[in-house]
T-cell receptor, first 115, second 117 residues
Framework: DAKTTQPNSMESNEEEPVHLPCNHS???????IHWYRQLPSQGPEYVIH???SNVNNRMASLAIAEDRKSSTLILHRATLRDAAVYYC????????????????FGKGTLLTVNP | DSGVTQTPKHLITATGQRVTLRCSPR?????VYWYQQSLDQGLQFLIQ???????AKGNILERFSAQQFPDLHSELNLSSLELGDSALYFC????????????????FGEGSWLTVV
């Protein structure tokens, strides 16, 4: 599995944008980059994923570097509800199937949002 | 609400005992995963089942076992419990075995808190 490096913690103010970085320099060409987050006392939840180009959904945006060795999760306007641990996870994609999809969680980034 | 149901939510038991944690996956999901989360180890993958068959094993102790039944619900059995087994155990489910371009989101339950005293 590709290794990832994320800051242990970050802090933001409410309604300001937040950029959460992830370094995944050993990622393979067929690994997707998935982001999950875990709110306090809850199970992890899916945020977004991408392969090469930038992605947007209702929760966040994902900016992937051209060399794919890093990515940034962008929360456009942080709310108190966004306070969570954010995990960046490379996930192998095998076109032929037969691979087991399991998430390997690192330590993630603890995001604190100040009111 | 992720649609994944875990019972019990909280459980306190003594060392040496055996417990069973139950998981009902989201409707239609064939793949079930078990994870353990403790303060010092973080989220650790234990085991994965797909349509009743074991498909991947992670850091699961020999004292632990799991199965997935024909109705797709799953149980995690923990035996000869030790203090260090105290943790939050998550069940998760997904539609497919593999992650494709669509992502194949994994949905997590709220967890079962196990305290061994």
């Amino acid at each position: 599995d590709a290794k990832t490096t994320q800051p242990n913690s970050m802090e933001s103010n409410e309604e300001e944008p937040v950029h959460l970085p992830c370094n995944h320099s050993t990622i393979s060409g067929t690994d997707y980059i998935h982001w999950y987050r875990q709110l306090p006392s809850q199970g992890p939840e899916y945020v977004i994923h991408g392969l090469t180009s930038n992605v947007n959904n209702r929760m966040a945006s994902l900016a992937i570097a051209e060399d794919r060795k890093s990515s940034t999760l962008i929360l456009h306007r942080a709310t108190l509800r966004d306070a969570a641990v954010y995990y960046c996870i490379p996930v192998p994609f095998f076109h032929s199937g037969g691979s087991n999809y399991k998430l390997t969680f690192g330590k993630g980034t603890l995001l604190t949002v100040n009111p | 609400d992720s649609g994944v149901t875990q019972t019990p939510k909280h459980l306190i038991t003594a060392t040496g005992q055996r417990v069973t944690l139950r998981c009902s996956p989201r409707s239609g999901d064939l793949s079930v995963y078990w994870y353990q989360q403790s303060l010092d180890q973080g989220l650790q993958f234990l085991i994965q089942y797909y349509n009743g068959e074991e498909r991947a094993k992670g850091n699961i102790l020999e004292r632990f076992s799991a199965q997935q039944f024909p109705d797709l619900h799953s149980e995690l059995n923990l035996s000869s419990l030790e203090l260090g087994d105290s943790a939050l155990y998550f069940c998760a489910s997904s539609v497919a075995l593999n992650a494709g371009p669509s992502g194949n989101t994994i949905y997590f339950g709220e967890g079962s808190w196990l305290t061994v005293v």
